[in-house]
C-alpha cells in the first residue's frame, strides 16, 4: 500500500463519516459522505447536495472533486473513501454511482494516478482501484 494511504486511511475514512454529517438530502434522506486523499497527505471531503429539481441533485464524490478542483489540485488523488446511508445510518458499503467514476476519472487522470476507492461499510470495507470500477475510462489523456 501507498506509504501516505498507510498513514492516512484511519482519518480518510473518519473525514468521509464527518462528511456525511453535512449531506443535504431531504428527498432520498440518503446521507453519503466522500473523501479524497492526495498524494501531499491532504483530505478533502464532500456530502451529497440534493436539489428540488431531483435530477439536478449532486453526488458526495463530485462535490468533494469539486472543492478540490477550486482549491487548485491536478492530479495526485491517492484514495477516496465513501459512505453512506439511510438517515446517515451506515449498513452496507456503497460505491461511487458511474457519473461520480468519471468525475473522479478526470481528477486522477490529471496526475496519472488510479486512486484506491474505499468504499466503506458498517462491517466491511470494500477497496478497489477506479480503473477496476471504471475501466477504459475517457480520460484528459485522450485529448491530448
Ligand atoms: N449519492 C452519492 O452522493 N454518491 C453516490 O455515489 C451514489 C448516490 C447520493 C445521490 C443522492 O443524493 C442520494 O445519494 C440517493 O441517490
Known sequence: MNEVLAQKRVALIAAA???MDTAYAPYSGFHVGAALLF??????????FENASYGLSLCAETVACSI???AGRRGG???VAVLGGKDGAV???ISPCG????????LAGL???DPLVLCVGANEVVEMPLSVLLPNAF??????
Open 17 to 19: 463519516r464527518g462528511a
Open 139 to 144: 480520460g484528459p489523456a485522450n485529448l491530448a
Open 91 to 93: 449498513d452496507a458499503a
Open 111 to 113: 496526475g496519472r494516478t
Open 77 to 79: 488523488l491517492l484514495a
Open 39 to 48: 498524494d501531499d497527505g491532504a483530505i478533502i471531503t464532500g456530502a451529497n
Open 68 to 70: 478540490a478542483a477550486h
Open 99 to 106: 457519473r461520480c467514476r468519471q468525475v473522479l476519472n478526470e
